[in-house]
C-alpha cells in the first residue's frame, strides 16, 4: 500500500518568514495530494490540494508543489502569521481511494 | 466543520467495556471513513464506506467494527474496549461525484480507556 512520510515533525518560524514542509510517497499511481491543517481541539481542514497533471498550484500565501519523478510534494507559506501555528498534514491517494497521511508537522510561528 | 457532527466529543471509560462512536452528516456524501489519530502518527484509516450496504476494512481495522445505518450515520464500535485504543477518533466524509476527494472531517472524539 501507499506509505507518505513528512518532514520535519516541528518546525518554529519568526513572523513574516516563510515554512516549507515536504513530503514523499511511494505509489507512482498516486493522482491526488491535499494538505490538511489541525488547530488545537479540531479537526483537519483542508486548505490546498494538488492532482498529479499539475505541478504547482497557489492560493494566496499557500502554494504546493509536486515532484511526480521524484515522488514529492512540498507546502509553502509564505509571510507566516501567528494564526498559521497549527499541525499540518499531508496526505496521498489513488483517484476513488482513501488517503495516506503524513506524521504531522507542528508548526510555530514566533511573533 | 459543522456539517460533519461527532457524538460524543469525549469519553473516559474502563478496559472491556463496549464503545459506541457515532457520526452523522448533513453533505449529502456517500462516503463516509472512520481515522484514529495517535501523537506522532498522523491519521489511520480504521473502516470506510462507500455507501450503506458498502463497508472495507482499513488499515487497523482489529478490535473496532463499524454498522452504517443511513447514508448520513455510520458509527463506530469498540467490542471490548483496552488501553491502547485510547486515541484521538474523527469520522470524515466525501462525495463520490467529485472523485471522492476532497474529505470533510469532524471535529472528533477524544477516548480515553483506563
Known amino acids: 500500500g501507499e506509505n507518505v512520510e513528512q518532514h520535519p515533525s516541528t518546525l518554529s518560524v519568526q513572523e513574516g518568514d516563510s515554512a516549507v514542509i515536504k513530503c514523499t510517497y511511494s505509489?507512482?499511481?498516486?493522482?491526488?495530494f491535499p494538505w490538511y491543517k489541525q488547530e488545537l481541539g479540531k479537526g483537519p481542514q483542508l486548505i490546498i490540494d494538488?492532482?498529479?497533471?499539475?505541478g504547482e498550484k497557489k492560493d494566496q500565501r499557500i502554494a504546493v508543489t509536486l515532484n511526480k519523478t521524484a515522488k514529492h510534494f512540498s507546502l509553502h507559506i509564505t509571510e507566516t502569521q501567528p494564526e498559521d501555528s497549527a499541525v499540518y498534514f499531508c496526505a496521498a491517494s489513488i483517484r476513488g481511494r482513501a488517503l495516506t497521511f503524513g506524521s504531522g508537522t507542528r508548526l510555530q510561528v514566533q511573533p | 466543520d459543522a456539517d460533519v457532527t461527532q457524538t460524543p466529543r469525549n469519553r473516559i471509560t474502563k478496559t472491556g467495556k463496549r464503545i459506541m462512536l457515532e457520526c452523522s452528516q448533513t453533505?449529502?456524501?456517500?462516503?463516509m471513513y472512520w481515522y484514529r489519530q495517535d501523537p506522532g502518527l498522523g491519521l489511520q484509516l480504521i473502516y470506510y464506506s462507500f455507501d450503506v450496504k458498502d463497508i472495507n476494512k482499513g488499515e487497523i481495522s482489529d478490535g473496532y467494527s463499524v454498522s452504517r445505518q443511513a447514508q448520513a450515520k455510520f458509527s463506530l464500535s469498540l467490542e471490548s474496549a483496552i488501553p491502547n485504543q485510547t486515541a484521538l477518533y474523527f469520522c470524515?466524509?466525501?462525495?463520490?461525484?467529485?472523485?471522492?476527494?476532497?474529505?470533510?472531517f469532524g471535529d472528533g472524539t477524544r477516548l480515553s480507556i483506563l
Open positions: 505509489d507512482s499511481a498516486s493522482n491526488y
Open positions: 494538488i492532482r498529479s497533471n499539475v
Open positions: 453533505k449529502g456524501h456517500d462516503r
Open positions: 470524515a466524509t466525501s462525495d463520490s461525484r467529485e472523485g471522492n476527494q476532497p474529505q470533510h
